[in-house]
T-cell receptor, first 112, second 113 residues
Framework: EAGVAQSPRYKIIEKRQSVAFWCNPI?????LYWYQQILGQGPKLLIQ????????DSQLPKDRFSAERLKGVDSTLKIQPAKLEDSAVYLC??????????FGPGTRLTVT | GNSVTQMEGPVTLSEEAFLTINCTYT??????LFWYVQYPGEGLQLLLK?????DKGSNKGFEATYRKETTSFHLEKGSVQVSDSAVYFC????????????FGSGTRLSIRP
């Protein structure tokens, strides 16, 4: 069974630029999550989708972050404009039964 | 609110040593508890879980017991190997929001041959 795929694996941008991350969940997993993991901290949930609907985006900085999950499969997370404090690893996870989440390898973002 | 506190790292042990990584939690209701592991260059993986008080989760020689009276879920392994070197995250899922996972800050473990 293929795991959660994410791209790119690494991205370096300057502040005020925009960036987008892509996630392809495990086939059949209805729930998709985006997390932000700042160095030295645990992952923090940004947004949760159930199929193509948003379940929880309470910790998503909506003035600069946006996410979508068209057709209930792939998802894209965008940051526009980026700030220095957005430097982190962005993790995507998916689940079938909403308890066990399967994580992708993450995208490491560096904002200079 | 809901939160997880785990011992700070890094933790460095010799091969075959006994491992304990402490984890305590704060939550309303009856959360589910998890340990996740992140090997170098890989994504987070679920290591073990427990969904109710006194449950013991176990996997790959690791164990953790859900202790409601002490609000703890300490991770233990009797004899660690070099391949256990990784970052370990304690986490909980609140009863009221079963799919929302709250992570601790992680403990980096390094095992010397």
């Amino acid at each position: 069974e293929a795991g959660v795929a994410q791209s790119p694996r690494y991205k370096i941008i300057e502040k005020r630029q925009s960036v987008a991350f892509w996630c392809n969940p495990i086939s059949g997993h209805a729930t998709l999550y985006w997390y932000q993991q700042i160095l030295g901290q645990g992952p923090k949930l940004l947004i949760q989708f159930q199929n193509n609907g948003v379940v929880d985006d309470s910790q998503l900085p909506k003035d600069r972050f946006s996410a979508e999950r068209l057709k209930g499969v792939d998802s894209t997370l965008k940051i526009q404009p980026a700030k220095l404090e957005d430097s982190a690893v962005y993790l995507c996870a998916s689940s079938y039964d909403s308890y066990e989440q399967y994580f992708g390898p993450g995208t490491r973002l560096t904002v200079t | 609110g809901n939160s997880v506190t785990q011992m700070e790292g890094p933790v460095t042990l010799s091969e075959e040593a006994f491992l304990t990584i402490n984890c305590t939690y704060t939550a309303t209701g009856y959360p589910s508890l998890f340990w996740y592991v992140q090997y170098p260059g890989e994504g987070l993986q679920l290591l073990l879980k427990a969904t109710k008080a006194d449950d013991k989760g176990s996997n790959k020689g690791f164990e953790a017991t859900y202790r409601k009276e002490t609000t703890s879920f300490h991770l233990e392994k009797g004899s660690v190997q070099v391949s256990d070197s990784a970052v370990y995250f304690c986490a909980l899922s609140p009863y009221s929001s079963a799919s929302k996972i709250i992570f601790g800050s992680g403990t980096r473990l390094s095992i010397r041959p």
